[in-house]
């Protein structure tokens, strides 16, 4: 089978190539934009491979959407392509609907266009709103209201409803999964994890927003990458699986577990002014996909995050290369006055 994987120049996008050339005998075919998220040094392992092929495009391009379907006419279609961070959504929205919403539009009506097996909807917790703090009984489940709070969440929620729309509407063959937060190789350092691990190794202070007490659910990439291949293969159409492993952390305590991993003092934690509309806590309980599809997360927090912070050690290159350029005016930006 040919499986189109767009974003997968991004963080959990190239996980995901990595596993199917790995685990599968299917053909991938990555096509991204290459924003200053996408980096073609994460998929330097798969270019000598004859199952491989990138195209550089924009989900948001109809024409260039649909030169791609009717050139290399794909049996699956994995939508990782997204504006994905939270912060930058706050101080600039409209890019976020351009493409987490027009992109996915324009890659459903190619779906219907040219006819898919599958189109699969990477989407993400975040859709759910938040949970409180006091509140530990209570999870997302897929029967939990869309409820968000971001321009970065309502733009992904408002791309859900549309691949649900299609489903219906034009029977487009689709599945939508909602995971809690990735970490692993290749996570771009604006996002918690690996700023702070490539903070810490710079002796640079570590940006705690708020008190630090806010939670989040952490789940290995390649477990991330396992579930949505099981989806595509094994999945009902028109479903949502929520994807998690029960791994709940305060953001305070993987600070302080990184810290502690690199051998260096709490002094460099500082608390800083806090995310605007900051979500308290998100918590996925995954019995759907676990009982009716047989996943289970493979790598347990205090594992993988020794794992990561191993391959920033062992990857300096790849984040120096990365934190030289423009990241530097956007550290400059977020980070300077807080
Ligand atoms: P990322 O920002 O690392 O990667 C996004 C990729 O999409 C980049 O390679 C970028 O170049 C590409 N892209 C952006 N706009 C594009 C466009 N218009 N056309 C084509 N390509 C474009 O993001 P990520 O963390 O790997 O997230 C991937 C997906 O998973 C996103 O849809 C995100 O909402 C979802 N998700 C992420 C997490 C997480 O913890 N990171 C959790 C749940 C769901
Ligand atoms: O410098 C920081 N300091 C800080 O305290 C940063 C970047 C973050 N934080 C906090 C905010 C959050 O509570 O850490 C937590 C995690 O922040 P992010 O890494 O920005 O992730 P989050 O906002 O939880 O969103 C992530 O998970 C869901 C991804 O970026 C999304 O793409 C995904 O959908």
Not at 8 to 18: K, L, P, T
Not at 99 to 121: E, M, P
Not at 197 to 203: V, Y
Not at 289 to 298: F, M, Q, V
Request: aromatic letters at 12%; glycine letters at 6%; hydrophobic letters at 35%.
């Amino acid at each position: 089978m040919k499986i189109i994987v767009t974003g997968g120049a991004g963080f959990i996008g190239s996980n995901f190539v990595y596993y199917e050339l790995k685990n599968s005998e299917d053909e991938i075919i990555c096509y991204d934009k290459l924003t200053y998220a996408g980096n073609l040094e994460n998929l330097k392992y798969a270019e000598d491979n004859p199952r491989f092929k990138f195209i550089c495009g924009d989900i948001s391009n109809r024409d260039e959407v649909y030169r791609l379907f009717e050139f290399d006419a794909p049996d699956i279609v994995v939508n990782f392509a997204a504006e994905s961070h939270v912060d930058r959504s706050i101080e600039d929205p409209e890019l976020f609907l351009r493409t987490n919403i027009i992109g996915t539009s324009i890659l459903l009506d190619a779906c219907k266009k040219y006819g898919v097996k599958r189109f699969h909807q990477v989407s993400t917790d975040e859709v759910y709103g938040d949970l409180p703090l006091d509140r530990p009984d209570l999870f997302f489940t897929e029967k939990t209201n869309l409820h968000t709070s971001s321009p970065y969440s309502a733009s992904k929620a408002s791309a859900d409803l549309l691949v649900q729309a299609y489903q219906r509407t034009y029977q487009i063959p689709a599945t939508i999964s909602r995971c809690s937060n990735n970490y692993g190789p290749y996570h771009f350092p604006e996002k918690l994890i690996p700023l702070m691990i490539i903070n810490a190794l710079n002796n640079k202070k570590l940006p705690v927003y708020g008190t630090g007490e806010n939670v989040r659910d952490w789940l290995y990439v390649e477990d991330h990458c396992a579930a949505i291949d099981l989806i595509i293969r094994k999945g009902k159409v028109g479903e949502v699986y929520n994807i998690g492993g029960h791994n709940e952390k305060t953001n305070l305590e993987v600070v302080k577990t990184i810290l502690k991993i690199l051998g260096k003092g709490e002094d460099l934690i500082e608390f800083v002014t806090d995310r605007k509309g900051h979500d308290q806590r998100y918590a996925i309980d995954p019995t759907k996909i676990k009982t009716e599809l047989g996943w289970t997360p493979k790598t347990k927090f205090d594992d993988g995050i020794k794992k990561t912070v191993d391959w920033y050690l062992e990857n300096k290159n790849w984040w120096e290369k990365i934190i030289s350029g423009e990241y530097q005016n956007y550290y400059a930006k977020m980070y300077g006055n807080r």
